[in-house]
């Protein structure tokens, strides 16, 4: 009697432990299958971030491109309004101390945020903004302001400079 309940004993643990060796197994390979696919759902992400990264800077160099060409055509507007050209900042109200001025052929306080565009930049810009009319005199936007030229410390409403607005990562 002994010895028959041995035998239901250990037929009763090799069953149990074909069960659980099954279940162990189902769950090693759903385990697997997850883990392919979190490392294709990784890579895939991965791929459209180095994607969007490219892209992004991509943009934040044409926008840097045009930024450039705006500053030059402020600078041109500025000084087509002021008279001869002055280097430095342009003249602030009176009551508030006067910033240096910048000696002719250094950088001037736009130049300084923008690097000149090169010659395939130009290529892609209209005639009308390079410079390509006949008549000697530099070009004015058809759209240009007709307020003078106000430094963006004295712009009340103005958060942040050029460069950290680019930056702040609007959608």
Request: proline share 6%.
């Given at each position: 009697m002994f010895q028959v309940k041995t035998q239901y004993i250990r037929d009763d643990l090799s069953d149990l432990d074909n069960k659980l060796g099954e279940q162990?197994?189902?769950?090693?390979?759903?385990h697997?299958?997850?883990?392919?696919?979190i490392v294709r759902s990784?890579?895939?992400?991965?791929?459209?971030?180095?994607e969007n990264t490219a892209k992004q800077t991509a943009l934040y160099e044409e926008i840097r491109g045009h930024i450039g060409v705006i500053a030059g055509a402020v600078?041109?507007?500025?000084?087509?309004?002021?008279g001869p050209y002055q280097a430095g900042y342009p003249p602030e109200p009176t009551g508030q101390t006067q910033k240096p001025k910048v000696p002719r052929g250094?950088?001037?306080?736009?130049s300084a945020r923008c690097e000149p565009l090169s010659s395939e930049e130009q290529e892609e810009m209209p005639p009308e903004v390079q410079g390509g009319g006949n008549s000697g005199q530099p070009p004015v936007p058809p759209e240009a302001p007709s307020t003078p030229f106000v430094p963006e410390n004295q712009v009340p409403e103005q958060k942040g400079s050029m460069e950290n607005s680019i930056e702040e990562g609007h959608p």
């Open positions: 162990m197994s189902s769950i090693q390979i759903d697997l299958r997850n883990h392919d696919k990784i890579t895939d992400l991965s791929c459209t971030v180095k600078g041109t507007i500025v000084r087509g309004k002021s250094q950088p001037g306080p736009l």
